[in-house]
């Protein structure tokens, strides 16, 4: 039908231009599952096992009086066509392959996890390691730098902007560009010397140093970016408004404390829910995106 | 005894009744089992999504269709790379798997009790143990690159010939063997002349069908950021650039065809 | 030359495939060695070469004892000792010329074998013997394109080019069909003559034997029961050495003059 | 030359005939895969004293594994564990009871030229599709869940099996399966007394290493959400949990052991 | 009752292994084959009942013409005729038993022959085979497990419960020992006798045909040489068949009078 969308996907309309697909105005559109089912990547964030989301879902079950089933999945194309093919009704998505599941699956995110103070996200860092003789961004000029995967956001999606941009650095012409596959190769082959340097989260980083992968002092920072934000979660676009309302609330008003979440998750410092909108959180990811030259057309 | 008297006449069975009797249950723990995990698979199924999954197919079909065929262009070097990785792997592979198979072989092994379990605990383990492991252990020890890549697709195979060609090894005529023994041939001769001619056309199709299969092992070259082809395709799926992807999956149709037919061609000159 | 001294073997299944033969072979001697379907005849001549390890007694080849060897005399002791088998059992895959040349194996090293650098010498011998068998341009076939004729007669060749003391060869003619057997059969006992081979020849067929060999040695349920010339061989012997077959009674007796008549 | 007179060949030499005939050809061949070599090696760079450096590197990784750790995620692995045999075990079946009657299809001296044509097809396409690929397709379509992992597992199947099937009934003994056409026998009967009789070892085997494949397999389908013992190991993994990850891959080890033994031994019955 | 006309084979490979054969077999009777390797023996057998596809010409058997059926007829005309093979032919890792049923796989529908159930009748009637040919206790072991006479015995029994009008048998007795060979003829053509069958027999060995059989055909190069009593096999009509084989010349010629000694 005729009605402004944006980027979206044609089957999708943006009438208040909040820049995520707007809940289907006609009730036959609208879809009332007796069995919700929530999904969640891990990317840049730590994996973890099936039982830490227990107690939330359990929390979900009680608040929106249906069954839940949750995968934990490991493929962020899947998680996107299951969606939008209405496989899929909650889900968490990755900071990168979010826009893609906003403008081609009908993904509605509104939440993300936060720190009790409220801060939230990740950096991407580009590391070195000491004596490598890079002191500076500027000194990746002839050498290498390892990026992870063509769709990461913080392996190559944002260095790739930013240098470009603040640096005037292009992969090719002014530094040779490799792949590693993982946040964790990319670290480990810095710490190793067997890469120059890397961009990476700086969270895979963190935990690494706290697993005793690596030593602290193995890798040195010259650039930190401003803070991206982490998965996002959400529900698809055609659920029933009132259903929607109840997962959201469900969101908000879980308590954390003794909880298999807060259990797994204060490893990372997060402790809370906190609301968000795509448009506003998601605008630095976007410019990222614009200045790479990603479309989010589904093709 | 199979053979029934029964009221004078004989009855034939193929089995006696105790041996059936094991068999029908058998049969039966098998089906349950089978009828068991169904239900588990089918309880977790939402059977609902099965009646529009046409449309669901179509839906990827009109995106993935046409391939971008100018795509190709981007794809020379990675094609290069997995055709090295595969080719080299598949090679080391075989010089390792081939000595394993033999001390894996009940008929060539030099001891059932000690060697055996050795070799088998080889094969057993390469193909076990899982890519992202060896991926890790390799790039601890050579570094990231395309190397690594190699040497952990060859490592990977090693279990996969190894098995297939052991198997071979059990089944050959064995008076050929004699014949060459009794020659007063030594040890390393009568595997040259006597085993190594009669496994030869089982070795081509194994060498062929692991190097297709590895073609194929893009998980792995990925983890060891070896490039590749593989990585292509994850790469264009995450975008969700399914022309790309049909594109891809041409190129390897195209590398399973090519390998069928020199398998048959080689297969048809040695058998 | 060859003495076998109560040689024994008993499988591991309890069959006593022989019981302490003994049996002198001089030099230059070819028998035939006859017998009903599992008498042993074929545990005999495995037992001499060692394809089958026997449970007690000598095989005494002139001086040395072949059961008390290690492998490297093992290995020496069998070069000296070509053996043709029943079903060829030549390597299909290989050409006429490897097989042929495969009864080199216990002379040369592992290198020449494996990239097929035989000495000229063996060369040249191998394209004699082929030559004598008739078998000269087949030399580049694969053995598996020859007839029965021609892979038995490839067979006896890679036994010759061992340059052997004693030829063992089990049922050389089994599977040939009549003119052809003979043939063969001729040629195993002219070429030992040629050489001054002993030999000891398996073989069912009791007509063949006694139109080839000076001496026969019958063999029933592991045991000797005729050793002489083939003349010797009266319906009686003949039926000592292969009994009645326990499922005659079932079918019909069978007509033992008929059975001496065509061995003759 | 038809004619060889003896002496035209003493003293000459001998040479194995070469197993491409055409000198032009065998010359271009050699010089072909030699280059190729010479270039796939001049791709890789491998710098040998980073290797030696890594050894202790892998070798302290390697150490990491001695201490299996069963106990604390023994529920995440258990759970893995059941999931990975019942997939197991229904993907197998199916995928087997598919892949006999392609394979029979796939059999050049069985089946007639359009159904050989057809199966053949199926077993390439089976082949190229990348298992991913396979289970995203199979999640957009039934969802998230055992279905499609187990569907995923069960196409995977067909390729590996029907092909290796098909190529046993290639080999199969001719003149037995003609007695049995000579008796007036009806196709399906000509198929169960002629040909399964003769395969049946194989088919054993080889249905057994793909059950040992699917239950390794499993790990795929942790991008179907159904991870299975797969899944549970990549995350101990991700998460530097080597005690854990050793334990797991204790177990795997295990399993595959017990069944390519188990293999071993049936083989040896319907032998 | 069979008649072939003008029967004609050229493989692919362009050996005209049949050239326009015409042979009459009367009902009951009993013909050998014979004729050199390569005669075209094995092919004739098997275009009859269509193992092989003739070129052209017609198989007649009573009012049918065989080349012309389609599969469905074929099938029953298949049941017609029992075949006996060469190297038995037995499904090697089936039973004996089941080995011998399967010759009623012609009559009976799939499902009973795959669960083994069998009419009692067949039951019966293979137990009277497998008992008339001597091996009633061997009927659950595993055909693979039989010594070569008693595998051919099987294969006879599967040939006979088909029920069949015509025998057809190729080289029946190429793997056995003479003894054997005789009793397994003997066997055969006292059962053609028994339920009054006519029999196509390949043999290579002439003595035991002309002490078994009233009619031989000799075959040579693809044509019908001879076709007679057995005792009109002069020597000159046995070198006409058999000819001189090439490769004699490089050996040493065969004694022809030798030959025939022995064939009679
Ligand atoms: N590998 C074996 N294991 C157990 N028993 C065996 C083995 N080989 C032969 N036998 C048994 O030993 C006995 C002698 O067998 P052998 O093969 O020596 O007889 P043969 O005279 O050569 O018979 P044939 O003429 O059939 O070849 C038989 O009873 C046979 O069953
Ligand atoms: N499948 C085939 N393809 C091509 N040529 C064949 C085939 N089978 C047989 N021939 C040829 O047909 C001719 C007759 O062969 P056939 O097997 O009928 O002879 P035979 O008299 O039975 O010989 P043997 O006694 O060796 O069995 C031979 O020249 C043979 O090479
Ligand atoms: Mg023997
Ligand atoms: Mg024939």
Redesign the interface.
């Known amino acids: 039908q005729d009605c402004p969308r944006g980027d979206l996907d044609e089957r999708f309309c943006d009438a208040d231009g909040d820049l995520i697909a707007d809940i289907p105005t006609d009730p036959s559109e609208q879809i009332d599952p007796d069995t919700l089912i929530f999904a969640f990547t891990p990317v840049e964030d730590p994996a973890v096992y099936k039982s830490a989301w227990s107690d939330f879902l359990d929390h979900l079950k009680a608040e929106t009086g249906k069954d839940v089933v949750f995968f934990p999945v490991q493929n962020n194309a899947a998680q996107i066509e299951a969606m939008r093919s209405g496989r899929l009704h909650i889900a968490g998505f990755n900071t990168g392959s979010n826009p893609l599941a906003v403008n081609c699956a009908g993904f509605r995110p509104f939440t993300i996890m936060a720190s009790k103070d409220g801060s939230f996200g990740y950096e991407m860092e580009i590391i070195t390691y000491p004596g490598s003789g890079i002191e500076k961004v500027e000194d990746i000029k002839g050498k290498q730098l390892a990026f992870t995967s063509p769709t990461s956001n913080s392996g190559f999606k944002a260095p790739s902007a930013i240098l470009k941009s603040d640096f005037d650095l292009l992969p090719e012409r002014d530094f040779e560009p490799v792949y590693s596959g993982k946040h964790d190769n990319s670290i480990l082959g810095v710490a190793n010397k067997d890469y120059m340097a890397a961009s990476i989260a700086n969270s895979v980083k963190l935990r690494m140093i706290s697993r005793d992968v690596i030593n602290e002092d193995d890798v040195v920072t010259i650039y930190k970016s401003q803070t991206f934000p982490t998965t996002g979660y959400g529900t698809v676009y055609n659920l029933k408004p009132e259903l929607q309302e109840k997962i959201r609330n469900a969101f908000f008003s879980f308590d954390w404390d003794g909880t298999s979440l807060e259990a797994e998750f204060s490893k990372s410092d997060e402790g809370q829910f906190l609301e968000m909108t795509y448009q506003e959180f998601w605008d630095v990811i976007r410019k990222i995106d614009a200045a790479n030259g990603v479309s989010y057309a589904c093709q | 005894?199979?053979?029934l008297e029964q009221e004078g006449?004989?009855?034939?069975?193929?089995r006696t009744t105790g041996q059936s009797l094991v068999r029908w249950f058998g049969w039966l723990l098998g089906v349950a089992?089978?009828v068991y995990?169904?239900q588990?698979?089918?309880a977790?199924?939402?059977w609902f999504?099965?009646w529009d999954?046409p449309r669901?197919?179509n839906?990827?079909w009109t995106?993935a269709t046409p391939p971008k065929w100018d795509y190709i262009t981007q794809l020379g070097r990675p094609i290069?790379?997995t055709?090295?990785i595969a080719?080299?792997g598949t090679i080391i592979a075989l010089f390792l798997a081939v000595p394993v198979a033999f001390l894996a072989a009940r008929n060539t092994t030099p001891s059932a009790v000690f060697i055996r379990p050795v070799a088998?605990?080889i094969?057993?383990?390469t193909?076990?143990?899982?890519s992202?492991?060896w991926a890790?252990?390799l790039?601890?020890?050579?570094?990231?690159?395309?190397?690594a890549g190699?040497i952990a697709i060859a490592i990977r195979s090693i279990g996969f010939c190894a098995?297939l060609l052991y198997?071979a090894i059990e089944e050959i005529d064995h008076?050929?063997v004699?014949?060459?023994?009794?020659?007063?041939?030594?040890r390393?001769?009568i595997m040259?002349?006597?085993i190594v001619?009669?496994i030869?056309p089982a070795f081509a199709?194994i060498a062929v069908?692991r190097w297709?299969i590895n073609i194929?092992e893009?998980?792995v070259l990925?983890?060891?950021?070896a490039?590749g082809i593989g990585?292509q395709?994850?790469?264009s799926?995450?975008?969700?650039?399914?022309?790309q992807?049909s594109l891809i999956?041409i190129v390897?149709?195209i590398?399973?065809?090519i390998s069928?037919w020199v398998s048959a061609k080689v297969r048809g000159?040695?058998? | 030359m060859l003495r076998l001294q109560e040689l024994t073997k008993t499988y591991k299944t309890g069959d006593q495939a022989l019981k302490a033969i003994n049996l002198d072979v001089p030099k230059g001697q070819v028998l035939a060695l006859i017998g009903p379907s599992g008498a042993g005849k074929s545990t005999m001549i495995r037992c001499i070469n060692r394809l089958v390890e026997p449970t007690s007694g000598a095989v005494m080849l002139d001086d040395t004892d072949l059961t008390k060897l290690g492998s490297g005399g093992l290995r020496k002791a069998r070069r000296e000792m070509g053996m043709i088998f029943q079903e060829y059992a030549l390597v299909e895959r290989l050409t006429v010329m490897e097989n042929v040349l495969s009864g080199r194996l216990g002379y040369v090293g592992f290198w020449r074998s494996f990239l097929r650098r035989y000495p000229q010498s063996d060369v040249d011998e191998a394209f004699r013997l082929l030559d004598r068998v008739g078998l000269l341009h087949m030399a580049d076939k694969r053995a598996d394109e020859l007839s029965g004729g021609q892979r038995q007669r490839v067979g006896i060749c890679r036994a010759l080019i061992q340059n052997p003391k004693l030829l063992l060869v089990d049922e050389p003619t089994a599977s040939l069909d009549p003119k052809t057997s003979r043939q063969i059969m001729r040629l195993i006992t002219e070429l030992c003559q040629e050489r001054g081979l002993a030999a000891i020849i398996n073989i069912h067929d009791v007509a063949l034997a006694q139109m080839f060999v000076p001496r026969v040695v019958g063999l029933r349920f592991g045991e000797i029961v005729y050793d002489g010339l083939p003349t010797g061989l009266t319906p009686d012997k003949l039926t000592e050495i292969y009994g009645e077959e326990d499922w005659e009674a079932t079918i019909e007796k069978v007509d033992e003059d008929e059975e001496i008549e065509a061995a003759e | 030359m038809s004619h060889t007179e003896l002496d035209d060949v003493l003293g000459k030499g001998w040479r194995k005939p070469p197993f491409v005939k055409n000198a032009m050809l065998r010359w271009a061949l050699i010089v072909g895969f030699v280059a190729y070599l010479i270039a796939a090696f001049l791709t890789i760079e491998v710098d040998w004293g980073r290797v030696y450096e890594g050894l202790d590197r892998g070798w302290a990784f390697v150490l990491a594994f001695t201490s299996p750790d069963f106990i604390s995620r023994w529920s995440d692995i258990w759970s893995g564990l059941l999931e990975s045999i019942v997939m197991t075990v229904a993907a197998s079946v199916v995928g087997i009871l598919i892949s006999i009657p392609i394979g029979l299809g796939a059999a050049r001296n069985i089946a007639p030229l359009p159904i050989y044509v057809i199966c053949r097809g199926i077993v390439a396409i089976s082949r190229a599709l990348q298992e991913i690929i396979v289970a995203i397709l199979l999640v957009a379509i039934f969802g998230f869940g055992p279905l499609a992992g187990f569907l995923t597992l069960s196409f995977a199947t067909i390729g590996f099996l029907s092909k290796l099937l098909a190529e046993d009934i290639e080999a199969m003994d001719k003149v037995q399966a003609e007695a049995i056409k000579a008796s007036g026998a009806r196709w399906m009967q000509w198929i169960n007394y002629g040909v399964q009789p003769q395969v049946m070892p194989r088919l054993v085997g080889l249905s057994m290493y793909r059950i040992d494949i699917n239950f390794r397999e499993s790990a795929i389908l942790g991008l179907v959400g159904a991870g299975g013992i797969g899944a549970t190991l990549n995350t101990a993994f991700d998460r530097y949990e080597y005690d854990t990850a050793a334990a797991i891959l204790i177990l795997i080890i295990g399993i595959v052991m017990a069944l390519e033994y188990l293999s071993g031994i049936i083989r040896a019955r319907v032998q």
């Open positions: 005894m199979p053979v006449t004989q009855i034939w069975r193929r089992v089978f995990c169904w588990i698979i089918s977790s199924t939402t999504f099965v999954a669901i197919a839906d990827i995106r290069w790379d055709l090295n080719t080299l088998l605990l094969i057993v383990s193909r076990s143990i899982n992202l492991i890790l252990l790039i601890a020890i050579i570094g990231p690159g395309v190397f190699v098995k198997e008076t050929q004699e014949a060459i023994t009794a020659t007063g041939a030594s390393w001769q040259a002349y006597g001619p009669q030869l199709g069908f297709d194929r893009s998980t990925g983890l060891v950021g490039g990585l395709l994850s790469a799926l995450n975008v969700l650039a399914w022309p992807v999956l390897i149709l590398a399973v065809m069928e000159a040695i058998i």
